[in-house]
């Protein structure tokens, strides 16, 4: 994204202490190119936030006490150019802490240091108001939600999931800066869709990589560690938390759908156990909906969830069904089938599922 830009990439991080995370941190953050000053108060880093308009990504620990306590620090940022991350692996691996990050702002929670190379790798430098870069004879573009640019429209499409992946999914009423229109959906849907790669026919559009246009097939997927914890994404602009799944692609099984869809919005490789449900729904306009929920199993219980933010959502979590109650959920489905599977509730086999034409399954 930055070929071609020149600019400051200057970041703090909040950290009490020199532990191995911090000392990581650091690491990541200068093997990326970008300048981090490392201060062990929160009154020390909005210090030098303050003095510093240059600062492209803020870092911090949960913290031990009041003194370094990440809420101020972060809270203090106004300005929504830069990139706030809790790195945490209290946050990260536990819904309710994470979903508090969120509703503070922080932009990305994680304990990776993969996930943090790739995103820190991916953000824009500072350029001072007045020094626009050249783009030769591409047109450069404001983000109508934050103000970061001038960027180009690729980039501006690419920043859009990576910095508003938490944004509530309200913003109907802002005009689109490539277009000058108002899309009449979420900023951040249009701009996925209808321009960058999409628009230039490069990648298909979300409407486009639908089974056919007859019926719309979706497969959800209730994945169980051996711990009993259940697999929850976060979804993008605060719609809630679901189960991980999605739309079938075209020349894509059931099976193939809901492995790929898990491993995206959640980073969790699933093996599929058994289906749990199948629903076929007829509607007026002469379509159908039809909905395969599997339950699943992680291939390694030791993977970490996801933690890099990006359109497909902000991360995901291993729940008990206990800690449904705390969390603000998309729809009913986790509440209706993680204590069903908890509970023992009947579980079907997997070659209910065949290709047209297959033998039937073997009595045993």
């Given at each position: 994204l930055?070929?071609?830009?020149s600019?400051?990439?200057?970041?703090l991080l909040?950290?009490a202490?020199s532990d191995?995370?911090t000392?990581l941190v650091?690491?990541?953050?200068q093997r990326c190119g970008?300048?981090i000053?490392?201060?062990e108060t929160?009154?020390?880093?909005?210090q030098?936030?303050?003095?510093?308009?240059?600062?492209?990504v803020a870092i911090a620990?949960?913290?031990?006490s009041k003194?370094?306590?990440w809420?101020?620090?972060?809270d203090?940022?106004?300005?929504?150019?830069v990139?706030?991350?809790?790195?945490?692996?209290?946050?990260?691996?536990d819904?309710?802490?994470?979903?508090g990050?969120s509703e503070?702002?922080?932009?990305m929670?994680?304990a990776?240091p993969h996930h943090?190379?790739?995103?820190?790798?991916?953000l824009?430098?500072?350029?001072?108001?007045?020094?626009?870069?050249s783009?030769g004879?591409?047109p450069?573009?404001?983000c109508?939600?934050c103000?970061?640019?001038?960027v180009?429209e690729?980039?501006?499409?690419?920043h859009f999931?990576l910095?508003?992946v938490?944004d509530?999914?309200?913003?109907t009423?802002v005009?689109?800066s490539?277009?000058?229109?108002?899309?009449?959906?979420p900023l951040?849907v249009?701009?996925?869709n209808?321009?960058g790669?999409?628009a230039?026919?490069?990648?298909p559009?979300?409407d486009?990589?639908s089974l056919?246009?007859?019926?719309?097939?979706?497969?959800?997927v209730?994945?169980r560690r051996?711990d009993?914890?259940?697999?929850l994404?976060?979804?993008?602009c605060q719609?809630?938390?679901?189960l991980?799944?999605?739309?079938?692609?075209?020349?894509?099984?059931?099976?193939?759908?809901?492995?790929r869809?898990?491993?995206?919005?959640?980073?969790?490789?699933?093996?599929?156990?058994?289906i749990l449900?199948?629903?076929?729904?007829?509607r007026?306009?002469g379509s159908a909906?039809?909905?395969?929920?599997?339950?699943a199993e992680?291939?390694?219980?030791?993977q970490d969830?996801k933690?890099?933010p990006?359109?497909?959502?902000?991360g995901?979590?291993?729940?008990s069904?206990d800690?449904?109650?705390?969390?603000p959920?998309?729809s009913?489905?986790?509440?209706?089938?993680?204590p069903y599977?908890?509970r023992?509730?009947?579980?079907y086999p997997?070659?209910?599922l065949a290709?047209?034409?297959?033998?039937?399954p073997?009595n045993t």
């Amino acid at each position: 994204l930055c070929d071609h830009m020149s600019g400051s990439k200057r970041g703090l991080l909040l950290s009490a202490g020199s532990d191995p995370d911090t000392a990581l941190v650091l690491q990541v953050a200068q093997r990326c190119g970008i300048e981090i000053a490392h201060h062990e108060t929160t009154a020390e880093a909005i210090q030098a936030y303050d003095r510093n308009p240059e600062i492209i990504v803020a870092i911090a620990k949960l913290g031990t006490s009041k003194e370094n306590a990440w809420g101020p620090f972060i809270d203090h940022i106004k300005d929504r150019r830069v990139f706030t991350v809790v790195y945490s692996h209290t946050a990260s691996h536990d819904a309710v802490t994470r979903q508090g990050c969120s509703e503070a702002g922080v932009r990305m929670v994680t304990a990776n240091p993969h996930h943090l190379a790739s995103v820190l790798g991916k953000l824009l430098p500072y350029i001072p108001q007045g020094l626009a870069p050249s783009f030769g004879s591409h047109p450069s573009y404001i983000c109508p939600l934050c103000g970061l640019g001038p960027v180009t429209e690729d980039q501006l499409w690419a920043h859009f999931p990576l910095y508003h992946v938490s944004d509530p999914a309200r913003h109907t009423k802002v005009k689109c800066s490539i277009c000058d229109q108002l899309p009449g959906m979420p900023l951040g849907v249009h701009v996925q869709n209808d321009h960058g790669p999409p628009a230039r026919g490069e990648m298909p559009t979300e409407d486009q990589v639908s089974l056919n246009k007859c019926t719309y097939t979706f497969c959800l997927v209730v994945v169980r560690r051996a711990d009993g914890r259940f697999l929850l994404v976060q979804e993008f602009c605060q719609v809630g938390w679901w189960l991980p799944g999605g739309r079938v692609n075209a020349k894509e099984t059931l099976t193939q759908a809901a492995i790929r869809e898990t491993k995206e919005e959640a980073g969790i490789d699933i093996r599929l156990t058994g289906i749990l449900r199948i629903e076929h729904s007829p509607r007026g306009d002469g379509s159908a909906r039809m909905r395969v929920f599997f339950l699943a199993e992680p291939v390694n219980e030791a993977q970490d969830p996801k933690t890099e933010p990006d359109y497909e959502s902000m991360g995901a979590s291993w729940v008990s069904v206990d800690q449904l109650q705390k969390l603000p959920l998309r729809s009913h489905e986790p509440t209706d089938w993680l204590p069903y599977v908890a509970r023992g509730g009947p579980v079907y086999p997997m070659d209910l599922l065949a290709h047209e034409g297959a033998p039937p399954p073997k009595n045993t």
